[in-house]
């Protein structure tokens, strides 16, 4: 395994260097008023967003390749790349900012944030190497954005100092790491105790965020992002502290290590639930790190192992640790494979067979950190192909984060595998749940989601779902007590077209064919939509609904030898 690893630093050294070529003959792209706009008047962030990341591409490429080699050429483009961004007029997005505040410009959003701690490290590594006159442009942005702001704030400088998702995670753990480079020359230590001490405080929200059973319920995505920045301040504050303070000294920390191996289906496919996406990626180097500290930590498929390209942000602080901790990588544990995954107080159960097929389904509720309305939801993949989806994250647009977000089918329920109560869908809300979720380790997984719907006190929707571990075929119960005169309609999507056939559907993916058999059901149709995924391309997705005869349903999803 240790060869697997000093492969992946070989592929990442040839990764940067490859893209150091590539953008060698390119000028960095500017961010204009223009592209600014485009958000304020459309909503749109994709336009200003593409060319910052671009941006930030530059910025780590160059910064890794100065860390690796060290040469003259490289250093001269990082000064002048470092030069740049310091004089950007605003490091925060515009999805992010208000421009009709006054001093908008200083504001610390994830992504400025982010690059404080980037820019600290990068010349702080660097200082022999770099100009001084850069060394102190970049430390003078950092603190006049960043550290300045936050230090003179009253507590909690935004929201998300208190918040349990990733954007603390992130903008804490970014300013404490920033402060960390830059103030531990002596009479700064003073201002740099009180930074941690709060950063120390703050950063534990995040942890707050995870359930008890270690899980995410953001996606496996804002996971990778999350950790990675709590894991690179928690290393640099344990250093700092000559190992006193301990962020890992956590009983909740050995659940959430395990937590990304949780979370694929098969060797490539990954849960989509939430904002995440079907294809995620796992950063070597965060996986390296935390095997250090937690057993059972199991080495990834290598092929769902992230590079320079699968970080559409190219954020440094992850990229870079992806190349320096897996350098001192120094063994980890396979770890026990399990076919029945239950994370009880997130209310996940993942399942998988003996043939290449895997099931997973959720209650929980529908208040959750980048919520879909999705409470019993459930997905269905054979062969690395997904045969009943979710959509995952759709493109983030101002309406997307608005009061319009479950008018978009990824999010709104209709994109997921839940009925329909008398042509309603899924009301968002914490207060939308599943209720008595109970997991029997043997493939069973049964729960009540009439409190999803708001529906009245006698009325009550049961779903049970077995999965047979040899075959990989899997059964869906419902069962309504509902008021006289609504009708139920079942749905189930696909992004594979399906065709009727006899009381059910027939699905034919790249690989395999599949029938779902349905009793008690009528009225089968098939219906297609379009939707936007998280990069802004337009796909299809079928929807399989069929009418529900009586006060139960029962669907079966089985691989067939059909051509």
């Not at 992850?318 to 770890?335: C, H």
């Not at 968002?428 to 719907?453: H, K, S, W």
């Not at 064919?513 to 079928?542: C, M, P």
Request: net charge negative; aromatic share 12%; proline share 2%.
């Amino acid at each position: 395994m240790a060869n697997r690893f000093t492969n992946f630093v070989k592929i990442y050294e040839d990764e940067f260097t490859n893209a150091g070529k590539e953008l060698d003959g390119q000028e960095m792209p500017e961010l204009t008023e223009e592209l600014f706009a485009i958000y304020e008047n459309t909503g749109s962030r994709l336009e200003y967003e593409e060319v910052y990341f671009q941006r930030r591409k530059f910025l780590t490429v160059y910064a890794m390749l100065v860390a690796m080699y060290g040469k003259k050429n490289d250093i001269e483009r990082l000064e002048k790349i470092i030069e740049s961004i310091c004089n950007e007029t605003t490091w925060a997005l515009p999805a992010h900012v208000d421009r009709t505040k006054e001093n908008w410009q200083i504001f610390i959003d994830l992504f400025a944030a982010e690059t404080a701690f980037s820019l600290a490290e990068i010349v702080c590594m660097q200082e022999r190497k770099l100009s001084a006159n850069i060394v102190e442009l970049a430390r003078k942005e950092v603190y006049r954005r960043v550290l300045t702001p936050f230090m003179e704030s009253s507590y909690p400088y935004a929201w998300w100092e208190e918040s349990n998702m990733n954007w603390c995670a992130v903008c804490c753990g970014s300013v404490g790491a920033a402060a960390i480079w830059l103030m531990q020359k002596e009479k700064e230590k003073d201002k740099l105790i009180e930074v941690v001490n709060r950063v120390n405080k703050s950063i534990m929200h995040y942890i707050d965020g995870f359930s008890a059973d270690g899980a995410c319920l953001e996606g496996l995505s804002y996971y990778t992002y999350g950790m990675s920045f709590y894991v690179a301040y928690a290393d640099l504050m344990y250093k700092l502290s000559a190992g006193n303070t301990d962020l890992f000294a956590n009983e909740k920390l050995k659940n959430i290590a395990l937590f990304q191996q949780k979370c694929f289906l098969s060797k490539t496919l990954s849960l989509s639930f939430s904002d995440s996406e079907q294809d995620e990626k796992v950063r070597i180097g965060l996986l390296a790190y935390l095997s250090k500290r937690y057993k059972g930590v199991r080495f990834p498929d290598p092929s769902i192992v992230a590079g320079l390209e699968s970080d559409t942000c190219y954020r440094y602080v992850i990229l870079s640790r992806d190349y320096f901790w897996t350098k001192t990588y120094v063994g980890m544990s396979e770890g026990d494979v399990v076919w029945h995954t239950i994370l009880h107080e997130a209310q996940w159960s993942i399942c998988k067979s003996d043939n290449n097929c895997a099931m997973a389904v959720k209650g929980g509720h529908n208040g959750e950190p980048h919520n879909h309305n999705d409470v019993g939801s459930f997905l269905y993949v054979c062969d690395d192909e997904y045969i009943l989806d979710d959509l995952g994250a759709g493109e983030y647009t101002k309406d997307y984060f608005g009061e319009r977000r479950y008018d978009t089918l990824n999010c709104r329920s209709l994109g997921h595998n839940v009925p329909l109560v008398g042509g309603m869908e899924q009301f968002p809300g914490e207060l939308y749940r599943a209720t008595n979720f109970i997991v029997d380790g043997q493939g069973t997984t049964e729960m009540e989601i009439q409190e999803a719907y708001g529906l009245g006190k006698e009325e009550k929707i049961k779903r049970t779902i077995n999965f047979e571990k040899s075959s990989g075929e899997c059964e869906v119960i419902d069962e309504f007590i509902i008021s006289h005169g609504k009708v139920i309609t079942e749905n189930l999507v696909t992004s594979h077209k399906p065709v009727i056939k006899g009381n059910g559907f027939v699905i034919k993916s790249r690989k395999n064919t599949f029938r779902i058999k349905v009793k008690n059901g009528s009225d089968f149709e098939v219906l297609q939509e379009s939707y936007t995924d998280h990069y802004g391309v337009r796909k299809l997705a079928w929807f399989m609904q069929w009418r529900v005869n009586g006060n139960k349903t029962q669907m079966h999803i089985r691989k067939v030898e059909e051509n």
